[in-house]
């Protein structure tokens, strides 16, 4: 037996390295990349609007941008502080997202490809 091949249970022998080629076409694995994609995907197009709006208004808003909110704080400043706080929420929302959806099934896959050995 080859250091790709299988045992008829479908798991790598141990020791071997599994076939990386095979790895990616499985169902468990399609599915892993397919729930990562389904969050960054969208998740970087949505923050990538509002960057754009964000630098769009601060270069043909001028007014709009520097209209006073209270005391030297503009519009401006607030959406330029919303960056950071935009940038900390998807953190935060990718860390759930990554615990609650891609952790487990991408522990299982590859305790099932290290034959338990993890």
């Given at each position: 037996?080859?250091?790709?091949?299988?045992?008829?249970?479908?798991?790598?022998?141990?020791?071997a390295a599994?076939?990386?080629?095979?790895?990616?076409?499985?169902?468990?694995?399609?599915?892993?990349?397919?729930?990562?994609?389904?969050?960054?995907?969208?998740?970087?197009?949505?923050?990538?609007?509002?960057?754009?709006?964000?630098?769009?208004?601060?270069?043909?808003?001028?007014?709009?941008?520097?209209t006073k909110?209270?005391?030297?704080?503009?519009?401006?400043?607030?959406?330029?502080?919303?960056?950071?706080?935009?940038?900390?929420?998807?953190?935060?929302?990718?860390?759930?997202?990554?615990?609650?959806?891609?952790?487990?099934?991408?522990?299982?896959?590859?305790?099932?490809?290290?034959?338990?050995?993890a």
């Amino acid at each position: 037996m080859s250091t790709t091949e299988n045992t008829s249970d479908g798991t790598t022998p141990a020791g071997a390295a599994p076939d990386w080629v095979e790895v990616q076409s499985r169902p468990e694995f399609v599915e892993l990349r397919r729930r990562l994609r389904g969050f960054v995907f969208p998740m970087a197009g949505l923050f990538l609007a509002w960057y754009l709006a964000y630098v769009l208004l601060a270069d043909y808003a001028h007014d709009f941008m520097s209209t006073k909110v209270f005391g030297n704080v503009n519009v401006g400043l607030i959406f330029g502080l919303l960056q950071f706080v935009s940038t900390f929420a998807i953190t935060t929302l990718y860390v759930r997202h990554a615990t609650k959806n891609l952790d487990p099934r991408a522990e299982a896959l590859r305790d099932e490809l290290e034959g338990g050995r993890a």
